[in-house]
């Protein structure tokens, strides 16, 4: 379970196919801080620590999870946001993130604002009912409030740390991120669809 906010970000360091698996590997200014079998929300895919040598960890990505978001797009030196796991008794200060991301959006327009800039997605229009005007998501494991939620697209604002902070600086129109709903709006319209069954 994580919180969407973002402790680092980690430079993508080597890149191995092994079948239809992905290994990705990192170095880590936490790294004394991690062991193998951990788990760390990589824009905001929950992925496992599987080695920890020459001041490097791995994590590998199966086909499942290279088809339901933009890992199969990573490439070397790219930026990526990093969270550990929630801690029993830590303050909750972004929403409730299980780091299995829902859906894949697409960056439709960066505008900057007076002391902050607005982002705005496209999503596939089936998750409409999930997003509602001030509710939370999770975008590349950045945990946001929705300002305007559409049928296929929704906008966020992000203020200058959040901005400079995580790997929103590197967006550009018509790159893809990873999105997770609110898992209380996915419970829910799940608890409706069976009512209405």
Same mark, same amino acid.
């Given at each position: 379970?994580?919180?969407?906010?973002?402790? =680092?970000?980690?430079?993508?360091?080597?890149?191995? #196919?092994?079948? +239809?698996?992905? /290994?990705?590997?990192?170095?880590?200014?936490?790294?004394?801080?991690?062991?193998?079998? *951990? +788990?760390?929300? =990589?824009?905001?895919?929950?992925?496992?620590?599987?080695?920890?040598?020459?001041?490097?960890?791995?994590?590998?990505?199966?086909?499942?999870?290279?088809? #339901?978001?933009?890992? +199969? /797009?990573?490439?070397?030196?790219?930026? $990526?946001? $990093?969270?550990?796991?929630? &801690?029993?008794?830590?303050?909750?200060?972004? =929403?409730?993130? *299980?780091? /299995?991301?829902?859906?894949?959006? $697409?960056?439709? &327009?960066? &505008? #900057?604002?007076?002391?902050?800039?607005?982002? &705005?997605?496209?999503?596939?229009?089936? /998750?409409? *009912?999930?997003?509602?005007?001030?509710?939370?998501?999770?975008?590349?494991?950045?945990?946001?409030?929705?300002?305007?939620?559409?049928?296929?697209?929704?906008?966020?604002?992000?203020?200058?740390?959040?901005?400079?902070?995580?790997?929103? +600086?590197?967006?550009? $129109?018509? =790159? *893809?991120?990873?999105?997770?709903?609110?898992?209380?709006?996915?419970?829910?319209?799940?608890?409706?669809?069976?009512?209405?069954?």
């Amino acid at each position: 379970m994580f919180t969407g906010i973002i402790e =680092h970000t980690h430079v993508i360091k080597e890149i191995q #196919k092994e079948g +239809s698996n992905i /290994h990705f590997c990192f170095e880590s200014p936490i790294l004394e801080e991690l062991k193998v079998d *951990q +788990s760390i929300a =990589h824009n905001g895919v929950c992925l496992t620590v599987t080695r920890i040598e020459s001041g490097r960890y791995w994590v590998t990505a199966v086909d499942e999870t290279l088809q #339901k978001t933009n890992l +199969s /797009h990573w490439t070397v030196g790219d930026r $990526i946001n $990093i969270e550990r796991s929630l &801690k029993v008794g830590d303050r909750l200060d972004g =929403h409730m993130v *299980q780091g /299995h991301v829902d859906s894949l959006g $697409i960056c439709d &327009k960066i &505008k #900057k604002l007076d002391g902050s800039w607005l982002f &705005k997605f496209k999503y596939p229009p089936e /998750h409409t *009912q999930l997003l509602v005007d001030k509710g939370s998501i999770c975008i590349n494991g950045v945990s946001l409030t929705i300002i305007k939620a559409q049928t296929d697209s929704f906008t966020v604002t992000i203020i200058p740390y959040t901005y400079d902070f995580t790997n929103f +600086s590197d967006l550009e $129109i018509g =790159h *893809q991120v990873n999105l997770e709903f609110d898992i209380l709006g996915k419970y829910i319209q799940r608890m409706v669809t069976k009512q209405m069954d």
